[in-house]
């Protein structure tokens, strides 16, 4: 059973990439960096914990959350499963797609066919829209191809995988429970509501408190007892950069999102942090190319760099979003 005809959602990160799915099959049609502004999405956390060969840096809200606040924003039902047996998970979303209805799914990209980076992530997000004996059919971002297939037994490898931001099998989908909000409304709360969570983080790794965080941490890599370093920090500055962990993606999607909100608000604060954060998402460009270029070399000086673009980071986000901590009012 393939949904047919189906039109992919190309984006560029996959959690937005997977809603956008969801919702143009449903006609629902907004941009991808509209989908990460409404959805809160800018973010930031460094996370290192035992069991971790290596700290994570992220760019973004958890995982999940995106997600929900698109729905909660837009008024849709979000219709979430989780489940410990794979066999119970298969024939949940077996059962939406007969129906012609494309699911959401969470997984463990490592295990995908198409997947030629082979990294364990459990958060990483795609739209099913079909399958047959051997294949599951699945709309994923436009760096691993947009509409492509992977094998079921795979499929269910990467569902059932366990980690650092696992779930258990989870598969979602929406429906449509009363008229969309009007946008200038919408903007406007999910804006103030953002810039508010990430001035204001609850614990030090998150938020604009975490870039200040990493900013010392970076420092005492080269004195941690780790003889993968190089390879780590290679690693680390990949999934920034190309994996959409963290980097300047993140940043040039809420860049072009307050793009869209300055059209519809013509608010000159949003025009303000608009210019903010082009700045904004060049400077993560070089924090990426910093920790890459310390791997490559050797040279754990460079690492230093790599702390004072983080601080003058953190200072130009803390700046961005003050200004547009009272968009609601």
Known sequence: MIIDPYVPFRGEHCETTAMGNLLSHAGIRLSEPMLFGIGE?????YWNSKGMDFPFIGGRVKPDELTTRIAQRLNLQLNVSETTSSAKAWLHVKGSIDRGIPVGLKLDCYHLDYFNSKVHFAAHYIAMYGYDEEYAYVADTSQQGDMTKTRLST?????SERGP???????YTIDKTSALPQL????????????????????????IRGIETM???VLKWPTSDDPNLAHHLGMTALMMERGGTGGALFRNLYRD??????????????????????GIAQLWNEVSASIDHAGRSGNLDE???TSELLMQTARKEREAMELLLDIDK
């Open 215 to 217: 900013s010392k941490a």
């Open 257 to 278: 999102f307050l793009l869209e909100s300055l059209e519809v608000l013509g608010d000159s604060r949003i025009e303000q942090a608009y210019q903010q954060f082009i």
């Open 41 to 45: 999405g800018l973010g930031f956390i």
């Open 165 to 171: 931001m696992s779930s258990r099998n989870l598969s």
């Open 303 to 305: 690492l230093r760099r």
């Open 155 to 159: 499929l269910a490898l990467a569902r």
């Open 184 to 207: 200038d409304s919408l903007l406007r709360a999910s804006i103030s509501s953002n810039a508010y969570q990430y001035l204001n983080p609850p614990i030090r790794n998150i938020g």
